[in-house]
Every structure is written in structure tokens, then in C-alpha cells.
């Protein structure tokens, strides 16, 4: 119950295209969903997070989708860019309790292709 | 600029040393954390600590340990390196509860040989 599901593990996306990485989860205490992005020789860094009273939120060409009777949520990259090759982590955590930590997904790999 | 600094970008140590990885955090966060990221396995918490002298096991706290004697510095140790320990190590800070960010440190790459 504790874990969050991420998929896929690599991508590929061709500068301009639209890059999805979808993460799946069973807690239904979690009540905060951050995304992270790592660059390469760098620790990641908070990006977009999203609580689940609303199912959209947009940062830039950044866009999480949160689906909450589905128990998922997702990272959309629009017009994606060589710049945003790197790790993308989605994340979970219940709010309520204050010693609770961030339960990670797996991690994507993206790769654009100029 | 608020930062996590750890102490080594890269380091290398023999089979059966003891060593030590320091993160250090300038944000007055309770909060801090040490995982290892290897490929296609995320990252790992190894150890996590909530306040000055108060440390709790993550999900691989075998073969490490763990300092917290100052608020903003957060030790990792491994009593005796070993070779599947070769990692990166990556520590981090937040502040109390779930719904803060965690500030990264760059990482420290160990390998042992």
C-alpha cells in the first residue's frame, strides 16, 4: 500500500512531442503528489506537485493530470525540448501525519531527440 | 541561495574501510534523509532523521549508521565499506511534515574497490 508505481522506465520523445509519465498508487491517505527532475551529476529538484482537490495543474509546458478515483496521476511535458532530457520522479505523501516522508516512484529516464 | 551540501563529489575506498559521508543544510530544516540511487532501482532510503540525536531506519539500513549531532548536519556511515555498496549517495532536507519539498544535495558517487 505504501508503494507509488511509475511507468514507463525510459522514454524517448522527439523535440516538440509531447512527453507523459504516469504513476500509479493504492494509499488513499497520500494527499500530496509532487513531481521531481534530476539532471545528470545533480540531485533532483522539486519541478510541479499537485493536491488531489483539483485534477489539473499547469506550470509552463509542464501539466499534472490527477485522476483520483483511478488512484493516478501523471507528468505531460508539451513541446518538449533536448533540455529537458533527465530523471523524472513522481512522488506521494499523506500530509496529516507530520513525520510522514515522500514514498518515490521508480524514476523515468527521458531522452529528446533533437 | 539555500543549499545541501555533501562533502565529496566522488570518492573511493577499499573493501572493508569504514567510511563517512557528510551532508550539511543551511535552511534550519528538522528533517533529513539519506538514500542511494543505482540504475533502475530509484532512489532507496537508507536512513532518516526528524530531529538532533533522533534517527529512524529507511527501507536498506544494513550495513550503514547514521550521526545527527547538529541540527544542520547529517552523517552517514558505513561501518565497513563493501563492494555492493558502490553507489551514489544522496542526502536531502525538508522541513516537518509531508507537504514540503525536499531540498538534494549533489550527490557523493562512492565506489569501492
Known amino acids: 500500500q505504501q508503494q507509488v508505481k511509475q511507468s514507463p522506465q525510459s522514454l524517448i520523445v522527439q523535440k516538440g512531442g509531447i512527453s507523459i509519465i504516469n504513476c500509479a498508487y493504492e494509499n488513499t491517505a497520500f494527499d500530496y503528489f509532487p513531481w521531481y527532475q534530476q539532471f545528470p551529476g545533480k540531485g533532483p529538484a522539486l519541478l510541479i506537485a499537485?493536491?488531489?482537490d483539483v485534477s489539473e495543474k499547469k506550470e509552463g509546458r509542464f501539466t499534472i493530470s490527477f485522476n483520483k478515483s483511478a488512484k493516478q496521476f501523471s507528468l505531460h511535458i508539451m513541446d518538449s525540448q533536448p533540455g529537458d532530457s533527465a530523471t523524472y520522479f513522481c512522488a506521494a505523501s499523506n500530509t496529516m501525519d507530520s513525520n510522514y516522508q515522500l514514498i518515490w516512484g521508480a524514476g523515468t529516464k527521458l531522452i529528446i531527440k533533437p | 541561495d539555500v543549499k545541501v551540501t555533501q562533502s565529496s563529489r566522488y570518492l573511493v575506498k577499499r573493501t572493508g574501510e569504514k567510511v563517512f559521508l557528510e551532508c550539511v543544510q543551511d535552511?534550519?530544516?528538522?528533517?533529513m534523509f539519506w538514500y542511494r540511487q543505482d540504475p533502475g532501482l530509484g532512489l532507496r532510503l537508507i536512513y532518516f532523521s526528524y530531529d538532533v540525536k533522533m534517527k529512524e531506519k529507511g527501507d536498506i539500513p544494513e550495513g550503514y549508521s547514521v550521526s545527527r549531532e547538529k541540527k544542520e548536519r547529517f552523517s552517514l556511515i558505513l561501518e565497513s565499506a563493501s563492494t555492493n555498496q558502490t553507489s551514489m549517495y544522496l542526502c536531502a532536507s525538508s522541513l516537518r511534515g509531508g507537504a514540503y519539498g525536499y531540498t538534494f544535495g549533489s550527490g557523493t558517487r562512492l565506489t569501492v574497490v
Open positions: 535552511m534550519d530544516h528538522e528533517n
Open positions: 499537485i493536491r488531489p
